[in-house]
């Protein structure tokens, strides 16, 4: 039979010695028993005591001391200041170590897991898979600090917690988990916390209303954080996924979100990013649908907002509208077709039958025909806002900022959409810049811009439910892929003799009958080019009294509109 190493005489008779010793100081001291000298009794009488009765006796005064100081049970008494003992410096400490230091086997100290766990739950401890797949344990340094004042631990309070505040709450969380020093478990738990402790913040309540698992919440959540506190728009699936620690549940989520079936995109809260103009399976982000619900009044520099702005319908100047017979009749088609019951009726119907509900146009024309203008008059009629798109601002000179740009006004549409009372139409004005013909030969980087924007447009059309127009002046020059996706397409043409007639009566109605009828037959003007004239008619009305302005005057301005090119023609200004 072998003997042990460290004979239980041995250690009884040694750890009176040490007991008494310790007593005996604490009394000469005239010192209460703090907590850091209650661990250092437990320490030094635990050494090889196999957590035998006769340590429990000697150690009685200490572990109760700290059992009664702290809240805690007797042997977490013991297995805290073990850990302590050994991961003061930050080391990291198993239940190896334990069971060394005790020199006892390690069914013996295996059988206080769920206490040394329940250590790790209060946040006295904290807890990280190794290499080789066992769990290491650190103490908490807030419990060190606790400690060395002589203070019962508290757990940290999350109550009172600002907007941001919130975030870099969450964000220490889970970097915990991402470091796995927490379980996935225990994580959501610290969440559940923290929400708890701040039930009034707007995110808090925006986030409960969602009917969502807790893991997808933190997800969403997880998100915001990096939206809030970096500015950082879209994820790798990698920095979302660590927030599972379960092998089989992190390659589930996987792969649905690649195969776009997980719930969060199901239900409209996540989707992919954008790559070169296309949707990246590998990046992730949240919808315009999750950031107007959850981060309104949050200070986040939004791609969305940049290159458009929303016209509201009421603030329209009506205004009469000339063309010939077919332009006419396309007009009043579509003038129908937006009519807001037609329009709620044909979407209705459209669906039923799993049809896209979206309703594309696109309007082209020499320069000054009234394709503009005839958007702001459809939109007019029919009570409908026209969020306007400024190519210019669009494009930015950064590289990839241009594809977030126009990825996010259509982000943005979809919101302004949801809000309106009646679809607002997307209008894209001047498109010539971004339907143009995408070049096969991509070298240089603007190139690939250029055809990343499109991409994007044409997707976006693809899955459009709202209604969008565009108009441009160089049709010849569009790319086919644009022209199957417009299902309305109306050609403006400079106005004929009779339409002119009108226009300038219109325009100008002091003028008679004859006047106007010379003026539309000497001069080929586009409604442009006669509301240029108008202008600046009034203009020296203005200046210098009406009788100014005679129809002589009103002819030189008709000739100075027209610049004459040598070999070319003539230009005229819109």
Known sequence: MSTRKHPRDSFRKQKNQNTAELQNNIASSSQELTMMSAVSGIVDLAENSQLSKAFFGLADEFINHLSERQGITRIQSVM?????????????????????????????????????????????????????????????????????????????????????????????IAHLRFDDELSTELMMEEIARLMNENPDLPFVKSLCSIPLSEIDLVTITHMCRHLVLRGVASLPLRNISFLYDDAH??????????????????????????????????????????????LQGYDIRKTDNKG??????????????????????????????????????????????????????????????????????????????????????????????????IKGIFDRYRAVARQSKRTPILL????????????????????????????????????????????????????????????????????????????????????????AGKLASSFDFSGGQIENITRKCDIDGILYGDDYVTEDRIEQYCREEKIVRKGRGHMGFV
């Open 308 to 405: 458009c702005d929303v016209m509201q319908s009421d603030s329209i100047v009506a205004k009469q509208l000339f063309f010939a017979n077919d332009v006419q009749r396309q007009i009043e088609g579509l003038s129908e077709l937006l009519d807001d019951e037609h329009y709620t009726d044909i979407c209705r119907r459209l669906k039923e039958r799993g049809l896209r509900q979206g309703f594309a146009c696109l309007f082209y024309g020499a320069p000054g025909t009234g394709k503009t203008e005839s958007v702001l008059q459809l939109a007019k009629a029919t009570g409908r806002d026209i969020m306007q798109v400024n190519i210019a601002d669009v494009k930015s000179m950064w590289v990839g900022e241009s594809e977030k740009n």
């Open 249 to 294: 549940m992190k390659c589930t989520f996987e792969r649905e979100m690649d195969e776009g079936t997980h719930i969060l995109i199901r239900d409209g809260w996540v989707e992919n990013a954008f790559d070169d103009g296309f949707k990246d399976k590998g990046e992730f982000q949240l919808t315009a649908k999750a950031r107007d619900l959850l």
């Open 80 to 172: 805290l200041s073990l850990f302590i003992e050994m991961g003061a410096f930050g080391k990291h400490n198993d239940f190896d170590d334990v069971t060394n230091y005790l020199d006892c086997n390690n069914v013996q100290v295996l059988q206080y897991t769920n206490e040394v766990n329940d250590l790790v739950r209060r946040g006295m401890l904290r807890k990280t898979k190794g290499m080789n797949g066992d769990y290491n344990y650190t103490v908490a340094p807030a419990l060190l600090d606790s400690f060395t004042n002589n203070q019962p631990y508290q757990r940290k309070s999350y109550a009172g917690a600002d907007g941001i505040r919130f975030f870099q709450h969450f964000y220490d």
């Open 428 to 515: 894209f004005n001047e498109a010539d810049a971004v339907i143009g013909k995408r070049s096969e030969r991509v070298e240089r980087s603007v190139d690939k811009m250029e055809n990343s924007i499109q991409n994007i447009i044409l997707q976006e059309m693809e899955t459009l439910e709202g209604i969008m127009i565009a108009t441009t002046n160089l049709v010849q020059n569009m790319d086919s892929a644009f022209e199957r996706r417009f299902l309305y397409k109306v050609k403006f043409r400079k106005p004929e003799l009779a339409q002119r007639v009108k226009i300038w009566q219109s325009m100008m109605p002091r003028l008679s009958c004859d006047a």
